[in-house]
């Protein structure tokens, strides 16, 4: 691990056993990557490469079939402490309220009831959902409940927020919202976050660096620096050089996605 | 009050004064049934003055024995077997082929085992219901999103604390379903069973004014086994629609 790796892979491969005893599905690796402390870190790359599978590798969800990850200098065996998820879809809970919903994640925490309450209560209101802390997740928004799910995963700061093509289900004018609350949540926790998305324009503008896979089995064949200040928000994608890079990265994707339609048959 | 309340009330209000003509024009004679108004005036004697309250109160404690037992014990079942997929494809076909067994055909040997009491009532009861909650919890517990797993487990949960924080409160509409299954099987367990062979209880009393031509009894008797039934499935399916508008799908 450098110094200032904050998450390390290193030959991480995961193979998926085939059902009939045939030789599975290498779906990813071998991945060597370094994730800097407090750095934004995206992964782009085509459908089926084995992004999601890399997100459930460091999650602690599943195991590598080769290789080592470590977070904060200690490998990854089961769910890591201080770690947090925000999948793509609807996570919230229905039977419970926006307070109940967030309130879950502090379930094992040993503050009282009081604490409890003050930080929910915190989460959502930086999430800007107090009006509807008492609202049942039915009748919110898709980009309401994702900020719901959001807040149950800052409650517990975690040091590593995974995100899972977090704003897939949502239209582009809240995925750019989103991306602005998610840069904001990402200076005021300091936390590291890597994200997975298919949309190349939302890894470059909400990213430190962005990894580009190949197709499965995917691994790391790009990683570009992106080197936008850290206090950024959606318009910068009104920079001259933000096209250039949305080129660069689908200039690296474009053969491999090719190939993943070929074997779809598209 | 809802449109499609009032039609069902309207529906109901119909049929009753449909009866009460037929039977006040002889069409329907007085030995097969007396009119409503009859029944709905030795129906309030029978409140008044007390009557059956013993038998109704004895059928109606072994309604609920047979509905939570089957309800309690159809969840946990589901639960496990819902865990234990090998368990559960082995069970498969048993569930499938369950209600084509007539479970009332094992009363004498349930009379040999557990004598004349309640006993046999209240297992049919449960036998009846058992079925039909574990294949409704099954099937609730099959539609709870990977994704509310994935973040029990996130939150280190363990797989009892999945169950009981996570995926059955998923399946609370299944359980309320699987309630009502349960209760409307108990209904037709116990009562069922007190008019084959038993020596008390509504359904006994029931069968016994019936072959009495004791009109003036059965028919209130009747009518106060459908309305306490209609009442607790009320109270289910109200709470039903509480919990599914809170989830948008009511």
Same mark, same amino acid.
């Given at each position: 691990m450098t110094s200032s790796a904050h998450v390390t892979l290193r030959g991480v491969t995961k193979v998926f056993p085939a059902s009939?005893?045939? +030789?599975?599905?290498? !779906? &990813?690796? +071998?991945i060597d990557i370094d994730i800097r402390k407090g750095e934004f870190f995206a992964v782009v790359g085509p459908s089926g490469c084995g992004k999601s599978t890399m997100l459930e590798l460091l999650a602690g969800l599943t195991t590598p079939t080769e290789g080592e990850i470590e977070f904060e200098g200690k490998p990854i065996r089961d769910i890591p402490e201080g770690v947090g998820v925000v999948f793509q879809e609807d996570a919230c809970f229905p039977w419970l309220s926006v307070e109940g919903n967030v309130a879950f994640g502090l379930r094992r925490s040993n503050l009282s009831a009081d604490e409890k309450a003050r930080k929910v209560a915190a989460v959502i209101k930086m999430m800007g959902l107090s009006e509807f $802390?008492?609202?049942? +997740? !039915?009748? &919110? $928004?898709g980009g309401m409940r994702q900020r719901v799910c959001i807040a149950r995963t800052l409650v517990v700061e975690p040091r590593l927020i995974l995100l899972d093509e977090p704003f897939g289900a949502l239209d582009q004018q809240t995925r750019l919202l989103m991306g602005d609350e998610v840069l904001r949540l990402w200076r005021e926790t300091g936390a590291t976050v890597f994200l997975i998305t298919h949309a190349l324009d939302e890894a470059a503008m909400l990213a430190d660096r962005i990894g580009v896979m190949s197709a499965r089995p995917g691994t790391l064949i790009d990683v570009v620096e992106t080197k936008w200040p850290a206090d950024r928000d959606s318009r910068i994608v009104e920079r001259e050089n933000f096209g250039a890079l949305t080129s660069r990265l689908w200039k690296s994707l474009r053969d491999e996605s090719m190939k993943t339609m070929g074997r779809m048959g598209i | 009050m809802k449109p499609t309340q009032i039609y069902q009330i309207a529906i109901i209000l119909a049929f009753v004064a449909l009866l009460e003509v037929l039977c006040l024009t002889k069409v329907i004679d007085k030995i097969t049934m007396p009119a409503p108004h009859f029944i709905l005036r030795d129906f309030f004697l029978m409140i008044i003055h007390g009557r059956y309250f013993h038998e109704v109160g004895q059928s109606m404690f072994n309604v609920m024995i047979a509905f939570v037992s089957a309800f309690v014990i159809g969840i946990i079942t589901g639960t496990i077997l819902h865990a234990y997929r090998l368990v559960r494809d082995v069970m498969d076909p048993l569930f499938a082929t369950y209600y084509a067994i007539p479970v009332f055909a094992f009363y004498p040997l349930f009379i040999m085992i557990f004598g004349l009491g309640d006993g046999p009532q209240v297992l049919i009861g449960y036998m009846l219901g058992v079925v039909a909650v574990i294949v409704t919890i099954l099937n609730g517990l099959d539609r709870v999103p990977r994704v509310l797993k994935k973040t029990a487990r996130i939150n280190r949960l363990s797989p009892f604390q999945t169950a009981i924080r996570v995926t059955l409160p998923f399946c609370a509409p299944f359980l309320l379903t699987a309630a009502k299954l349960a209760l409307a099987y108990a209904f037709i367990g116990v009562i069922g069973s007190e008019f084959i062979?038993?020596?008390?209880?509504m359904g006994y009393e029931i069968g016994h004014a019936y072959t009495n031509f004791d009109n003036a009894t059965m028919y209130p008797l009747i009518l106060l086994l459908l309305l306490i039934s209609i009442f607790m499935n009320g109270i289910l399916t109200a709470w039903e629609k509480v919990l599914l508008a809170r989830r948008g799908q009511a």
């Open positions: 009939d005893g045939g +030789p599975g599905v290498h !779906a &990813l690796g +071998p $802390s008492g609202t049942y +997740p !039915a009748q &919110l $928004s | 062979m038993a020596r008390s209880g």
